[in-house]
Every structure is written in structure tokens, then in C-alpha cells.
């Protein structure tokens, strides 16, 4: 039998909460398959850990981390802790350091999904967007030079290196093959003269090695704008790491809203665990009332199945969120509903104990 150890770092706000809810979904379904376990250990990082510590981890966090065959994130920032040190000393840390360069984002709206769009078909929203996870815009490599004077001058460069791009375009490339789908680059090219042009020209390259994937290629400012026009245009994506962040939570908004929104910070080649998360952010507001939806985080436990092999139950966990969504009995308020987090993890459960027998 196949055992799996988690990581979990719940983190701030409602991230315990949802979380709570994922592991409860991920241990019936292992012991309703008989073909793997799997063991989950807490780690209390975070902002308080951070109110208390002076530091979001421990200093051999990421060695502890590196034991584990997956982590499962829920939710980082809290007030009183400036968004530069929580997301930096925390998300940004685990990604960059276990080399989680590809970060995959499923915009895809499911039956019984709330949809702001007027009268457009849900088959017509189904996308994956590829991220790039560990450079870029976000490679936190700038300056500050004269603080605080007239001629304060700040500096903030993103870092875009052959290997990390051809990278992660390649892997949209097979993405798009194996799956027989078109693959959507976007840049900023018209503007961002030598990073979006060096990008843009590693896209053309590799082009030629897949003659049969069938390729586009937008400006960031015309792909938001058909993402919410004529979102049927994009199957694969592949974006830059700072356009990837914002055009994924512009296609949550399309797709049922936040609560449904789910990432996968993936290190391909396994050498380090993969880190999986509900995107949404902690929501201090309604920490601790048991209000907050556990789809999202549901959601991400789905990828983690599909991530080991195991695809049949990852499916399943996508089955059941679309057949809760359309019966619309038990749902969280942000959905229209009255149920409470807790009871929104049960029904999935419930349904689990119907399809896997």
C-alpha cells in the first residue's frame, strides 16, 4: 500500500478552517480505496507564529519540509503583518526554494457555478493556466537607493532566465499535446522591451519542436479583456509569474468566485515537495464563525490526488463539488447559501461514501 505524508500549514485567518475540510475529504477517500494511506503533520507557521516568533517558520523549516511528499497550504497574511513579509518569508520561500517553478491555476466553470457573465454556455470557460512559479517579477531582486530623500530611487527587477523560461513554456507545450488542446502565451512585449521580448522569442523557439499544438499569442491588457469577453479563445495558458497571479484571480471571478479557486505549485521533476492551496486569501472578517467555503481547498486536494497517480479520485472530488453546487442545498454563504464550512466537508464526504464503494 502506497503511504503519503502531508505537510500542513493552515496558516492564518480561515486557512485552518478550509483545511480542516481537505483533510477530512483526502482520509475517507484513502481509507474507502484500500490502496494508499496517508498521514498529515501540522506546522503552525504563520502570522501569529510570526507575532510571537518574530518569523514565519521555523529557521529548519524548509528542512523539515523537504521529508514530506506533498504540502498543503491554507491561507498566508493577517493584519499587523505587512503582505511583503508573509507572502515573501512563507509562499515565496517554499516556492523558490523547493524549486516549485510550475504553478497550475484550472479556470474552469462547473455546473451550478455563479458565473457574473450574461448567458454564456459554462463549457465555454475551461482553462489551465501555466505560471511561471520561481522567477520573473517575482525573483525579489531590486534596490533602494537614497531612502527617504527627494531623489529616492527604487529599483525592481524581474529576473527571466533561459532555463527558467523555456522551462516552464515547454511544459505548457506538452500540456497542450498531451491533451490535444491550443496554448495561449501572454506577454507584455509592446512595453517590456527586453523581458516580454525574450519571452516571446523562447515561445516562437520552442514552437518548432510541436508542430501540432496549434499556438496564440496575446498583450496582457487584450487577454483580460477576452478573458471576460470571450473567454472560449484560451485551453492552455502560459504566462509570466506576475501576470499569471492577476489573470488567474481575474478567471476566478469568472468561474464561481474565489471560493472555488484552487492552485498547484508543482516542482516537476519531484526532487522536492509540491505545494497545494485554495488561492483564496485568509479573510480575517470571517475567521473563526465557520462561514468560509471549503471548496476551494477541496478543490486542491483534487490536484494533489491527480499529482500522485491518483486521477480516478481527483475526478471524483470534482463530480461531487459540481453535484453540491447544482443541488444548491448545502452551500456557504459567499455561494448564496446557509451551511457552514463544517457542513459543506461532511456533504462531500457523504457523497464520497455514494460513488466510492
Not at 523555456?166 to 505548457?172: G, P
Not at 470571450?230 to 492552455?236: E, L, M, T, V
Request: hydrophobic share 40%; proline share 5%; aromatic share 10%.
Amino acid at each position: 500500500m502506497k503511504h503519503y505524508k502531508v505537510a500542513v500549514i493552515a496558516g492564518d485567518g480561515v486557512g485552518p478552517e478550509v483545511l480542516a475540510e481537505g483533510m477530512k475529504v483526502l482520509r475517507r477517500i484513502a481509507e474507502l480505496s484500500g490502496t494508499f494511506a496517508v498521514d498529515f503533520i501540522e506546522f503552525p507557521w504563520g502570522c501569529e507564529y510570526y507575532l510571537k516568533h518574530g518569523k514565519m517558520m521555523d529557521e529548519d523549516g524548509m528542512e523539515k519540509l523537504k521529508q514530506f511528499d506533498a504540502i498543503y497550504l491554507g491561507a498566508v497574511g493577517y493584519p499587523g503583518v505587512p503582505d511583503h513579509v508573509s507572502l515573501g518569508d512563507l509562499l515565496l520561500k517554499i516556492r523558490r526554494g523547493f524549486d516549485q517553478y510550475v504553478n497550475l491555476r484550472p479556470i474552469q466553470l462547473l455546473a451550478g457555478a455563479p458565473c457574473p457573465l450574461k448567458d454564456i454556455p459554462r463549457e465555454e470557460i475551461d482553462m489551465l493556466v501555466v505560471r511561471e512559479n520561481s522567477e520573473g517579477e517575482y525573483a525579489n531582486v531590486g534596490a533602494r537607493l537614497y531612502q527617504g530623500k527627494p531623489e529616492e530611487v527604487v529599483l525592481q527587477t524581474g529576473v527571466f532566465s533561459r532555463k527558467g523560461t523555456e522551462r516552464i513554456i515547454r511544459y505548457a507545450y506538452e500540456l497542450a499535446r498531451k491533451n490535444k488542446k491550443t496554448l495561449t502565451s501572454i506577454s507584455k512585449g509592446n512595453a517590456l522591451g527586453y523581458s516580454m521580448v525574450f519571452w516571446d522569442e523562447i515561445f516562437a523557439e520552442i514552437s518548432k519542436e510541436y508542430p501540432d499544438v496549434e499556438i496564440h499569442s496575446y498583450l496582457v491588457d487584450a487577454a483580460s479583456m477576452f478573458f471576460v469577453k470571450d473567454p472560449k479563445r484560451f485551453q492552455i495558458v502560459v504566462t509570466s509569474n506576475l501576470f499569471g497571479d492577476i489573470l488567474t484571480d481575474l478567471g476566478a471571478a469568472i468561474a464561481g468566485g474565489m471560493g472555488l479557486a484552487a492552485g498547484a505549485n508543482i516542482n516537476p521533476e519531484r526532487n522536492y515537495p509540491s505545494m497545494f492551496e485554495p488561492i483564496h486569501g485568509s479573510a480575517p472578517d470571517i475567521a473563526g464563525k465557520g462561514l468560509a467555503n471549503p471548496l476551494a481547498a477541496i478543490w486542491s486536494i483534487s490536484q494533489m490526488l491527480d499529482f500522485w497517480g491518483q486521477e480516478t479520485f481527483g475526478k471524483t472530488i470534482l463530480e461531487i463539488i459540481e453535484q453540491i453546487l447544482v443541488e444548491k442545498r448545502i452551500l456557504t454563504p459567499d455561494l448564496g447559501g446557509q451551511a457552514g464550512t463544517a457542513a459543506v466537508g461532511n456533504e462531500v464526504v457523504r457523497l464520497l461514501e455514494q460513488k466510492i464503494k
